[in-house]
T-cell receptor, first 114, second 115 residues
Framework: AQKVTQAQTEISVVEKEDVTLDCVYE???????LFWYKQPPSGELVFLIR??????QNEISGRYSWNFQKSTSSFNFTITASQVVDSAVYFC???????????FGKGTRLHILP | NAGVTQTPKFRILKIGQSMTLQCAQD?????MYWYRQDPGMGLKLIYY???????DKGEVPNGYNVSRSTTEDFPLRLELAAPSQTSVYFC??????????????FGSGTRLTVV
């Protein structure tokens, strides 16, 4: 069965520090998709990235970077030089090829302190 | 394109009342989903649909019903509201191309309180 674990429930860092959010997943499929979403205090879900299981290249987008490692079933998310606006709940999610439904982790609440 | 539209945005129900949460998408996506997010928690899948006329249960389907008579609409029905159904409900849709490309779009959510 598919499962996403975000072991960090809540993290607080001081502005400008780097922070890494961990995500470990379980799946029986060889083809699957991994996602990160941001949920700011306003409540909407903001799509950040989708990665398919065949593409293990790390991705960088501005201050955001993602490290996908199939060997450890992890898809970690790093924010460099964090800003107060990064404060939000971040969700890692998994979708298997067989049916497309996304299963979410429980989320990590990130506090960036000024 | 409006994307995924959910109505209402907020609702207060009394225990035992019924209501339908509406979800519509104008992107011609085949797949649609309903999630609930309890306070401080992640999203849990209630029901999903892979196309008009086809629906299936997710992780937490009890107390809910869905229908998918058209590609555009995927309403979620609560028959006998209970306090445990107090939550934020998100509708989503997705598409898949033969090449494997696909994307998800989420609605802005419906905040439901049952008192």
């Amino acid at each position: 069965a598919q499962k996403v674990t975000q072991a960090q429930t809540e993290i607080s860092v001081v502005e400008k520090e780097d922070v890494t959010l961990d995500c470990v997943y379980e799946t029986r499929d060889t083809t699957y998709y991994l996602f990160w979403y941001k949920q700011p205090p306003s409540g909407e879900l903001v799509f950040l990235i989708r990665r398919n299981s065949f593409d293990e290249q790390n991705e960088i987008s501005g201050r955001y970077s993602w490290n996908f490692q199939k060997s450890t079933s992890s898809f970690n998310f790093t924010i460099t030089a964090s800003q107060v606006v990064d404060s939000a709940v971040y969700f890692c999610a998994l979708s298997e090829n067989r049916d497309d439904k996304i299963i979410f982790g429980k989320g990590t609440r990130l506090h960036i302190l000024p | 394109n409006a994307g995924v539209t959910q109505t209402p945005k907020f609702r207060i129900l009394k225990i035992g009342q019924s209501m339908t949460l509406q979800c519509a998408q104008d992107m011609n996506h085949n797949y649609m989903y309903w999630y609930r997010q309890d306070p401080g928690m992640g999203l849990k899948l209630i029901y999903y649909s892979v196309g008009a006329g086809i629906t299936d249960k997710g992780e937490v389907p009890n107390g809910y019903n869905v229908s998918r008579s058209t590609t555009e609409d995927f309403p979620l029905r609560l028959e006998l509201a209970a306090p445990s159904q107090t939550s934020v409900y998100f509708c989503a849709s997705s598409y898949r191309l033969p090449s494997g490309r696909y994307g998800y779009t989420f609605g802005s959510g419906t905040r439901l309180t049952v008192v």
